[in-house]
């Protein structure tokens, strides 16, 4: 698993938990160091160990934890280069929506070996949707609805997510547009700010 989603787990216990919250995670998954390279490539089983060792300490549900740490991932200060990421998918939360099928590309472009599950976005009404996450590892689709659920905000759209299982291989995310102009979104510029 790409260095970036560990240190993402990394960054989100300490943010909200503390460094000493942190340091009981890596002792629970025996860890044989304490904090994750962005650029490095770890052994696929790591990442699991760590989120179990995570939710032990937290004693936190598996679920619940993903969907924290995807809603933290857009929403924190100090993350903010995937919000930047998915907001150049659209000027609407519609828009956005209509681009998660190219987000793993879109991923890949700027980080080459990052490899995220692949994502089809089916609209099923003007007001609802669903995407399916296919992936071999669990709990994906728990991740994209805080995600979703932050960048609703983000764009001022009012929207309801429920986790529909799996099906067909996939987990399903199901998201009910209630309002698309319900608050007013967070300030975006396309540009870099200049000091």
């Known amino acids: 698993m790409h260095g970036l989603i560990n240190c993402g787990i990394q960054r989100f216990v300490i943010d909200s938990y503390g460094d000493v919250k942190w340091r009981e995670v890596t002792l629970h998954a025996r ?6 390279e962005a650029m490095w490539v770890y052994e696929d089983e790591l990442t699991p160990r760590v989120l179990a060792s995570v939710c032990h300490v937290l004693d936190r549900p598996h679920d619940d934890l993903l969907e924290d740490i995807g809603t933290y991932l857009v929403s924190h200060a100090n993350v903010q280069a995937l919000r930047r990421l ?3 998918g659209g000027v609407t939360f519609v828009e ?15 980080v080459s070996n990052l490899e995220l599950p692949r994502l089809e976005l089916f609209e099923e ?8 996450c296919y992936s071999v590892h669990a709990g994906w689709g728990f991740l994209f609805m805080g995600v979703l659920r932050a960048m609703a905000d ?10 529909k299982g799996v099906q067909h291989g996939c ?14 979104g967070r300030d975006f510029d396309l540009g870099a700010k200049r000091a």
Request: charged share 25%.
């Open 171 to 184: 987990e399903v995310v199901e998201i009910t547009l209630l309002e698309t102009e319900f608050a007013a």
């Open 154 to 163: 983000d764009y001022g759209a009012l929207a309801f997510l429920e986790h």
């Open 86 to 88: 998915l907001r150049f």
């Open 125 to 132: 009404t003007d007001e609802r949707y669903s995407l399916h």
């Open 31 to 36: 860890l044989p160091f304490t904090d994750f």
């Open 96 to 110: 956005f929506l209509h681009s998660l099928d190219y987000l793993p590309d879109r991923a890949r472009l700027a």
